[in-house]
Every structure is written in C-alpha cells, then in structure tokens.
C-alpha cells in the first residue's frame, strides 16, 4: 500500500516570494491533516481537512497560508508572502477516520523541507 | 501553552540496556497517549499508544506507562538497539479537541553500540 505522497521534498526561496506543497493522502483516507515543524519542537496542526470540507484550521495564518483540497483527494498548501519564520519541515497525514488521533491512525508523509532567506 | 512537554532534549544510552523516554502534560481532559518515532528526512510513525483507562500498554520491546495522578508518562525501551537512534515525540488527544494530536517538542535517542 502506498504511503502519503508529498512534494518537493526541499525548496528554498527568498522572504517574500510565495511557495506550494502537494499531499497525496493514502487511497481510501478521508481525512487529510497539514503540520508545520520548525526546528526543535514537535508538529503542530495548521489544517485538518474531512473529504473537500476544513474540520479545524484555527491554528493556520490565514494572512499568508492557504490550503484546498477541491476534490477530496490531494491537496495543496500554499504560503504567500514567505516570512523568514516559516522556515519549517511541512508535514502532510492522513486517517481513515476524522479522529485519527486516538489511536495510530494517523500517517505521515515524509514532509517538505522549506528554507526561507 | 504546552500542553505536552518533553523536557530532556537527548539521550544516550548503551546497546542492551534500557531506554526511559519521559512526557509530561498538563490537560486533563487527554485520554489517549502515543509515541511517535522520527528517522532524519522521514515523517514520524506510530510506535505505540495506551489510553487514559490503562496504566500500561506492551508491545515487543516497547513500554508506554501512564501515571495519570501525576500527568506523566514514560516509554521504556528494552534492550535498546543502535537502529532505535531517531526522535521520539509525546502525542496526546482528547475527545474536548476532537483527538486532535498535541504533540511535545521530542527527544533525540542515540543508542551506541
């Protein structure tokens, strides 16, 4: 079974330029989570999705980041303009169920390594 | 706020002998606890959990006890293996969040052979 697909695996740009990242879920998985890690802490959730529909993205900068998942598959985070602090690791998962986090249902991606200058 | 704090940064222990990974946290309202373990340029994967019902949950050489009076848990590794050397995050959940996952900051586990 393949895993949760993410792209590109590192992208570095300058402050103030915009940048994309990809998820492709596990097949079959409803639920679609995006974190951020910066260096020396732990994942924190900025976006869950539950199909196309957002769940929670209270914790997201809606300033400058966006994310879709317009047909319930992929999805699509985007930060634009870049500010140095959002130099960070961009984790995609996935559940089978809204309430992956009980138990171990939740898969990560490897994640999109971000450097902003 | 940190709910769920891993105040040990690193550590190092020896090939055979036992690993003790500790996590604190503060909601009370947690009533799911897991183990996440992190290799470089890979995403975290599940390692273990125990829910807030059990003190102890037991798989192979992994132990995860839960003192739920003291807002605290462990993960004991026995023996540690020079492959268990990654990052390894305190994740908690509960139903008042939606078991949305609040992980803590990690802590680097070198085993040397």
């Known amino acids: 079974e393949a895993g949760v697909a993410q792209s590109p695996r590192y992208k570095i740009i300058e402050k103030r330029q915009s940048v994309a990242f990809w998820c492709n879920p596990i097949?079959?998985?409803?639920?679609l989570y995006w974190y951020q890690q910066i260096l020396g802490q732990g994942p924190k959730l900025l976006i869950q999705f539950q199909n196309n529909g957002v769940v929670d993205d209270s914790q997201l900068p809606k300033d400058r980041f966006s994310a879709e998942r317009l047909k319930g598959v992929d999805s699509t985070l985007k930060i634009q303009p870049a500010k140095l602090e959002d130099s960070a690791v961009y984790l995609c998962?996935?559940?089978?169920?809204?309430?992956?986090?009980?138990?171990?249902?939740?898969?990560f991606g490897e994640g999109s390594r971000l450097t902003v200058l | 706020d940190q709910q769920v704090k891993q105040n040990s940064p690193s550590l190092s222990v020896q090939e055979g002998r036992i690993s003790i990974l500790n996590c604190d946290y503060t909601n009370s309202m947690f009533d799911y606890f897991l183990w996440y373990k992190k290799y470089p340029a890979e995403g975290p994967t599940f390692l273990i959990s125990i829910s807030s019902i059990k003190d102890k949950n037991e798989d192979g050489r992994f132990t995860v006890f839960l003192n739920k009076s003291a807002k605290h848990l462990s993960l004991h590794i026995v023996p540690s293996q020079p492959g268990d050397s990654a990052v390894y995050f305190c994740?908690?959940?509960?139903?008042?969040?939606?078991?949305?996952?609040?992980f803590g900051s990690g802590t680097r586990l070198l085993v040397r052979p």
């Open positions: 097949s079959g998985h409803a639920t």
């Open positions: 998962a996935s559940s089978l169920v809204p309430q992956g986090g009980r138990n171990g249902e939740l898969f």
């Open positions: 994740a908690a959940s509960g139903m008042d969040s939606s078991y949305k996952l609040i």
